[in-house]
């Protein structure tokens, strides 16, 4: 627990310390914006020691990384010729077997995949430094935060997906879909990036919840048969492994909090004042509310839902400047 609180605890007392030095004294204003939370190097700071705390975990930290590691010593034994012969995905698998050939620790291997995870993440998250104490608590208890400790493929799809949000924004198609290609490579659930591009300038505006809030509640009722008539189709485009049978997984927390973000979100900023990504990011929360409303059933939706999940840490400060 102590890497964790520590994860939390250096982002905050170095933005103190700089707070400290600039001002004479360090001051939080009570009630108001706080000068130390907003402080420019707080969310910098979380990432450095976010990647360290990555690269020097034991290979027991995440349930998967073991797997991993087997993973890791059977593809560096293989020739290039067999390695797209794996059932793993095939970026990930040339990823795997490029680094065995300069290294056979797996240490120096996590390190590697957290960078590769982590440096994107960084630079979304650092774009808007805002309310950044805020928008790392909410990232900090997001099921992405626990992902990237064990799923290593899925970690580096969500990293690239986050690549190819940055040119969702600048309409950008022909490098939005280079780069989901690239998330696909290393976890087929990536597919789900897809939708960034019409979700994100479609209009889903206050006056349109007549239609949303019954569209939701009607997927919450019908989930299983909706799931089970999804599922049969995307196990028809990417494999066997995709079949899902119906399950209770008790996720019904997530769906509560996400609930209760999407209702914020409508009601209360001034939709009229939001600029296009608040908007955009808003779509992207509905779409995680839908897709949580299927995570009870089959842990499967929650892989799928972890590529809108990753963005409600970001949303949620920028809902307060309205």
Not at 295 to 310: C, G, K, P, Q, T
Request: glycine fraction near 4%.
């Amino acid at each position: 627990m102590i890497p964790y609180v520590l994860l939390m605890f250096f982002p905050l007392l170095f933005s103190l310390v700089m707070f400290s030095k600039r001002n004479g004294k360090a001051t939080v204003v009570l009630g108001g914006k706080s000068e130390i939370s907003n402080h420019s190097c707080m969310l910098p700071v979380f990432f450095i020691v976010l990647i360290s705390l990555l690269s020097l975990r034991d290979e027991t930290i995440g349930k998967d990384l073991i797997r991993y590691k087997y993973y890791f010593e059977h593809i560096s034994t293989l020739d290039f010729s067999e390695i797209f012969s794996s059932d793993l995905e095939y970026l990930y698998v040339l990823l795997t077997w490029t680094v065995s050939r300069f290294t056979n620790s797996y240490q120096i291997f996590l390190t590697i995949i957290a960078i590769i995870t982590i440096v994107p993440m960084a630079i979304v998250y650092c774009e808007d430094r805002q309310d950044g104490f805020l928008k790392l608590v909410l990232f900090m208890n997001m099921s992405t935060f626990v992902i990237i400790f064990s799923g290593l493929r899925q970690s580096i799809a969500i990293a690239f997906g986050l690549i190819a949000y940055e040119f969702v924004k600048r309409k950008k198609l022909s490098f939005f879909l280079l780069f989901t290609f690239i998330a696909f490579g290393f976890h087929h659930s990536a597919f789900m990036i897809l939708f960034y591009y019409p979700l994100y300038y479609v209009s889903l505006r206050k006056k349109h919840l007549w239609f949303i809030v019954p569209s939701v509640l009607l997927v919450a009722i019908f989930n299983k048969y909706i799931f089970s008539a999804l599922s049969l189709v995307i196990s028809f485009l990417f494999g066997e492994k995709y079949i899902a049978t119906i399950d209770s997984t008790g996720a019904y927390t997530a769906l509560i909090l996400f609930g209760l973000f999407a209702i914020f979100s409508y009601v209360f900023p001034e939709e009229e004042k939001m600029d296009r990504e608040t908007l955009g990011l808003r779509n992207f929360l509905m779409m995680a509310v839908i897709l949580q409303c299927f995570a009870s059933i089959h842990n499967l939706a929650m892989r799928m839902n972890y590529y809108y999940i990753i963005f409600i840490p970001m949303l949620i400060p920028k809902l307060f400047k309205y």
